[in-house]
């Protein structure tokens, strides 16, 4: 029988008891804006201040979340400072776009994410992880932050590439790291609405990375164009072909298509590497709900050799990576603006408001969750999860602009994690420390150094 302690809670910054002073605000925005917020902020359904950037609204009601995402989506635009920091990087791809631009991407790029191509990926994904597992075998210990990342791109560069990538692809991967350490972060000018005009030190430093990093992809693009006018028969149907493919008037220009493959790199690489990160960390530090899944994980691979079951046939695996994603959600801030000010329930939202939902405070609220800063898998339960509001779990964001690639990341988790954890353990050492940061991703600062040793030795 199973001797279950109490819920392992993880590390996370403590609620604010007092507001901070401007250069203090500025300061923690840059360094790490998930210790800015107070413990009004997980507890009331909304906070409605006037800050250094004008009205701000943190919206954690899931009823005034729906409103927002939703409901009224049509009068909310993408908020200007969450432009300022992603457009740089991203341009016209579908987490930047907007209008008639997003509109024609998300239709054009529908047919990629239908369920027969995700489900045409589970093999790459799982040879992918295979192979990258293999360096776990001598055992010792190892960055897993670091090494999720690694993974995460393998599998991206195979879904999305099938490994046909312009110049050496140690460089691409490295690179990606670069750029979103250098761009993806809140400059202090962003957060006081300065003119676009004026420079950002943060991402000044960036631009090269950003030059050579578009370089590839276009360079990238080309090679694959020319091998579809050459040899169309051989080309492989991955999201690169696919993409190629969703090209056309009515589609996208090949400068929107350079773009997404950019935005799924970040979206799509950065964000599932911190998950799974995230999630084997917590696993280490409950190893009663580690067995659970590593019991789960052996019946499950003993008789089921297709991985486009195993999202659904490994309910605790999944209930425990949604764990993760809500303790430490990949993109912890999801910033709107109304277009025309309105009033909900008596809450009166002005015009260029920022309008936070926050995943981060939502998935951490007091009035929303029962010991909402432990580690419980069995929320995600079968029976329980269905009694979780559709608005008060939100990794995917929610609305016309949830992400489009949910269903990839899901089933690319769940085959990394029934893979691993079938063959490996991941425990924490004396140096497993981390901190959640917020940059464009939720990352534990200081990595997570873990003890990798295989299973039955």
């Not at 360094?31 to 609204?57: A, F, K």
């Not at 999305?160 to 140690?170: C, D, N, R, T």
Request: hydrophobic residues 40%; neutral net charge.
């Amino acid at each position: 029988m199973d001797s279950q302690p109490a819920p392992f809670v993880p590390p996370a910054p403590k609620p604010r008891t007092s507001p901070p002073s401007t250069l203090e605000m500025i300061r923690i925005v840059y360094r790490n804006p998930l210790e800015l917020w107070g413990e009004p902020t997980y507890n009331e359904p909304w906070i409605s201040v006037t800050g250094v950037g004008g009205p701000l609204v943190v919206a954690n009601d899931p009823g005034l979340i729906r409103h927002v995402l939703v409901d009224n989506a049509k009068n909310y635009k993408m908020a200007t400072v969450r432009q300022l920091i992603l457009r740089p990087i991203l341009r016209d791809g579908l987490l930047t776009a907007e209008g008639e631009v997003w509109k024609r991407s998300r239709k054009a790029m529908a047919p990629v994410f239908t369920p027969r191509h995700i489900f045409g990926f589970a093999e790459p994904m799982l040879r992918r992880t295979l192979e990258f597992v293999t360096r776990y075998e001598d055992g010792g210990v190892s960055d897993i932050a670091h090494d999720m990342t690694l993974l995460t791109y393998d599998i991206l560069a195979e879904t999305l590439f099938s490994g046909e990538i312009s110049g050496e692809p140690g460089s691409f991967a490295k690179e990606i790291d670069r750029l979103f350490e250098t761009m993806g972060r809140v400059d202090p000018l962003d957060l006081l609405r300065a003119p676009e005009w004026l420079p950002r030190l943060t991402r000044i430093r960036g631009r090269k990375t950003m030059a050579y990093f578009r370089k590839i992809v276009t360079d990238t693009v080309k090679m694959r164009e020319e091998r579809l006018k050459r040899d169309p028969d051989t080309v492989p149907q991955d999201f690169l072909t696919l993409l190629l493919r969703a090209e056309g008037p009515d589609g996208l220009t090949r400068a929107e298509v350079e773009d997404n493959i950019i935005t799924f790199i970040g979206a799509g690489h950065e964000t599932t590497a911190r998950a799974l990160g995230w999630t084997l960390y917590c696993l280490a530090e409950a190893p009663w709900e580690r067995e659970k899944i590593e019991r789960e994980v052996d019946a499950v691979l003993a008789r089921e050799p297709d991985p486009t079951k195993w999202l659904d046939a490994m309910p605790l695996t999944r209930a425990a990576f949604d764990e993760a994603l809500r303790l430490y959600p990949p993109a912890p801030s999801i910033n709107r603006e109304p277009i025309e000010p309105e009033t909900w329930n008596g809450l009166y939202i002005p015009r260029h408001a920022a309008v936070l939902v926050m995943p981060w405070v939502v998935h951490r609220h007091r009035k929303l969750w029962d010991r909402p800063d432990a580690f419980m898998p069995e929320r995600f339960h079968p029976g329980n999860r269905e009694k979780i509001d559709r608005f008060q779990y939100l990794p995917f964001g929610a609305g016309p602009r949830v992400c489009i690639g949910a269903s990839f990341a899901m089933q690319e988790a769940i085959i990394a994690l029934a893979i691993m954890l079938s063959r490996f353990r991941f425990d924490t050492t004396a140096e497993t420390r981390p901190w959640p940061v917020q940059k464009l991703t939720t990352q534990p600062q200081g990595g997570l150094p873990m003890q990798v040793t295989r299973r039955g030795s």
